[in-house]
């Protein structure tokens, strides 16, 4: 089955202890992003990646870091987490980018404490 | 100016009305527009996708896009009280138009 794989799918942290969300896809694709979606902001991207070892910051990078060592994995990573960043994150791939359907992961939601 | 704006809503409609969702965008440049229905707490998932000036029906959904007015709407005929949801509309923008940039969203509410 063709999906996007996040983990976890829920997460309470404390501020300033280091995380990780593990980002998966089984379709090849090339581009995956990162988005957080709160209330009355929508969907905001994070971070993007057009191939492996390619990443761009998108719109509200400050405070996350993001690796594309390999194809299906784009792990969202939180050095210093802080309660601004407490949101409901989502992981998204599409076969070539903006102008193609995205797949979202099933979303994790965070908080920080 | 953002760069893609809906109403919040929510938009109200009885069982077995149409609901018109209305979407506008700000780069003149962008070739690809979707629409994706979100319910609470899920993910987003695709419902139609519009390349082209004019309409592009899919069972009970139609899309229509205006570049010249940098407008595409969403149409859902005989609504459904499962089709209660937030539907987010999304351009295609950024450098090379490589982004998908989201809308906030407009949340539709079926009454039986």
């Known amino acids: 089955e063709a999906q996007v794989t996040q983990n976890p799918r829920y997460l309470i942290t404390v501020t300033g202890k280091k995380l990780t969300v593990t980002c998966s896809q089984n379709m090849n694709h090339e581009y995956m992003s990162w988005y957080r979606q709160d209330p009355g902001l929508g969907l905001r991207q994070i971070y993007y990646s057009m191939n492996v070892e390619v990443t761009d910051k998108g719109d509200v990078p400050e405070g996350y870091k993001v690796s594309r060592k390999e194809k299906r994995n784009f792990p969202l990573i939180l050095e210093s987490p802080s309660p601004n960043q407490t949101s409901l994150y989502f992981c998204a791939s599409s076969p070539t980018g903006g102008n193609t359907e995205a797949f979202f992961g099933q979303g994790t939601r965070l908080t920080v404490v | 100016q953002k760069e893609v704006e809906q109403n919040s809503g929510p938009l109200s409609v009885p069982e077995g009305a149409i609901a018109s969702l209305n979407c506008t965008y700000s780069d003149r440049g962008s070739q690809s527009f979707f629409w994706y229905r979100q319910y609470s707490g899920k993910s987003p998932e695709l419902i139609m996708f519009i390349y082209s000036n004019g309409d592009k029906e899919d069972g009970r959904f139609t899309a229509q896009l205006n570049k010249a007015s940098q407008y595409v709407s969403l149409l859902i005929r005989d609504s459904q009280p499962s089709d209660s949801a937030t539907y987010l509309c999304?351009?295609?923008?950024?450098?090379?138009?490589?982004?998908?940039?989201f809308g906030t969203g407009t949340r539709l509410l079926v009454s039986p």
């Open positions: 999304a351009v295609n923008g950024g450098t090379g138009f490589q982004k998908l940039v």
